[in-house]
């Protein structure tokens, strides 16, 4: 038996799950039905339900799902019960926002190293992070076992950034630039496009 191709949907919507249900868990809410979630997140009870069940039986018919134990499966399944360690290049303003928000973060996904192609920006120190030369990113990734790279460099610059962080080894990109980079298909890329994003947001704005 075939396991089902699981969509870009589906994956999405996890970590929207997840952060409802630390929230839950915060206020020590035990159990949580699909409708409650469903009426929180805006979201059909039935996709979530389907969603869920892609990965298992979770939840128990009557009594909904246990928070905790949802949270620690949700966790397993987008890897986050391991270290996934992460490397920035560009340590301008959303750079050094992005390793700002370092801080924050409460699952195993950390930036663990940043580095900029300009000379004066070298030696910074954002938090406990020390901006790196370019020349030292593909040691640092192999040494620090980086898995996901973020650029957020100007558009120019993208595509060779992307270029060493796939000859570094690292399997996904974040990508900021508004720009659309080349990698192969081994390495997964998402693009977090402000412009358009605002551009679309336009759209439903009242005349």
Same mark, same amino acid.
């Given at each position: 038996?075939?396991?089902p ?13 997840l ?31 389907k ?25 397993q399944?987008?890897?986050?019960? #391991?270290?996934? %360690?992460?490397?920035? &290049?560009?340590?301008?303003? =959303?750079?050094?926002? !992005?390793?700002?928000?370092?801080? *924050? @973060? ?23 992070l ?43 990109i ?7 980079? #080349?990698?192969? %298909?081994?390495?997964? &890329?998402?693009?977090?496009? =402000?412009?358009?994003? !605002?551009?679309?947001?336009?759209? *439903? @704005?009242?005349?």
């Amino acid at each position: 038996m075939k396991t089902p191709k699981i969509s870009e949907a589906v994956v999405r919507r996890l970590p929207i799950y997840l952060r409802f249900l630390n929230e839950l868990s915060m206020k020590n809410v035990h159990t949580v039905s699909s409708q409650d979630l469903g009426h929180k997140l805006d979201l059909n009870p039935a996709q979530i339900r389907k969603d869920l069940a892609y990965f298992g039986e979770f939840g128990k018919k009557g009594i909904g799902y246990d928070v905790d134990y949802l949270i620690e499966k949700i966790r397993q399944i987008l890897k986050l019960d #391991k270290l996934i %360690s992460v490397a920035l &290049v560009g340590a301008g303003n =959303l750079g050094r926002a !992005l390793c700002n928000y370092n801080v *924050y @973060l409460k699952d195993n996904m950390k930036i663990v190293a940043v580095f900029d192609a300009h000379q004066a920006k070298v030696g910074e120190q954002i938090n406990n992070l020390f901006v790196q030369p370019m020349q030292e990113l593909s040691e640092t990734i192999k040494r620090l076992h980086v898995r996901i790279g973020i650029i957020t460099v100007p558009a120019p610059e993208a595509q060779n950034v992307a270029n060493q962080f796939v000859e570094a080894g690292v399997e996904a990109i974040l990508n900021f630039a508004p720009v659309i980079i #080349k990698v192969p %298909s081994t390495v997964r &890329v998402h693009h977090a496009d =402000l412009t358009a994003e !605002l551009q679309s947001l336009a759209y *439903y @704005l009242d005349k």
